[in-house]
């Protein structure tokens, strides 16, 4: 029998080893899984990353924060079926049209410095960036422009996390995703936009239920 498989799909101004904490939990909380946290091109073109993400998402267990947690959202709207995702506080478009705009008006003012800063806290460092934030100034057109739909017919169960500690607007973000297309919401205790490194305990137990209710 094929082993199971996780994907994670980190978020912009970090990489794939932003995830250590929520791997160090996954195998302390007995979670027996082959877990690929890859660095993604951070190309600035949807159609890439997603054409890049889909063979490794394929009857995956996919899990996703913030910018990620878009990629993921993205996927679920394709043919490519994902076992089951958990995407943490995606980008969602014209359903939340503010949502954006501090941390693009914190990447106008200061640079990736501040757009980190400014989207996940003092907890975000430089040097979690690669490219010295060159990737940055790719990504976040991307994610602005970013419009999420249904997901697909065939995809695997989708869960939309928003953290308890988040902002409204972040609430309201995930309220909308419910609304306007269906997506299951849940909200992670104790955590913020940045949980995999804040509270990476609570993004661990979810996705260890995520794993073990789509079994």
């Not at 082959?34 to 993604?40: C, K, Q, T």
């Not at 501090?102 to 430089?126: I, Q």
């Not at 057109?141 to 972040?170: C, D, K, L, N, Y």
Request: one cysteine or more.
């Amino acid at each position: 029998m094929p082993r199971k498989r996780l994907l994670l799909i980190h978020g912009v101004a970090t990489r794939g080893d932003v995830f250590s904490p929520v791997i160090t939990e996954l195998a302390s909380l007995g979670v027996d899984v082959d877990i690929d946290a890859p660095d993604r091109p951070a190309t600035g073109e949807l159609a890439t990353e997603l054409r890049w993400l889909a063979p490794r998402a394929e009857d995956a267990f996919v899990v996703g924060f913030s910018g990620g947690a878009t990629l993921g959202l993205a996927l679920a709207a394709t043919s490519t079926r994902m076992r089951a995702a958990l995407l943490h506080e995606p980008a969602v478009g014209s359903l939340a049209p503010g949502l954006l705009a501090p941390v693009a008006s914190a990447f106008e003012r200061d640079g990736y410095l501040g757009f980190g800063r400014a989207l996940y806290g003092s907890s975000w460092t430089a040097d979690m960036c690669a490219e010295d934030g060159a990737s940055v100034g790719r990504e976040l057109p991307m994610f602005r422009a970013f419009e999420p739909e249904a997901a697909h017919r065939a995809q695997g169960r989708v869960v939309i996390s928003v953290g308890a500690t988040s902002p409204e607007p972040r609430q309201q973000a995930a309220s909308a995703l419910r609304e306007a297309f269906g997506y299951e919401t849940v909200e992670l205790p104790a955590s913020g936009h940045f949980a995999v490194v804040d509270n990476p305990r609570e993004f661990a137990r979810h996705v260890r239920a995520l794993i073990e209710s789509n079994s």
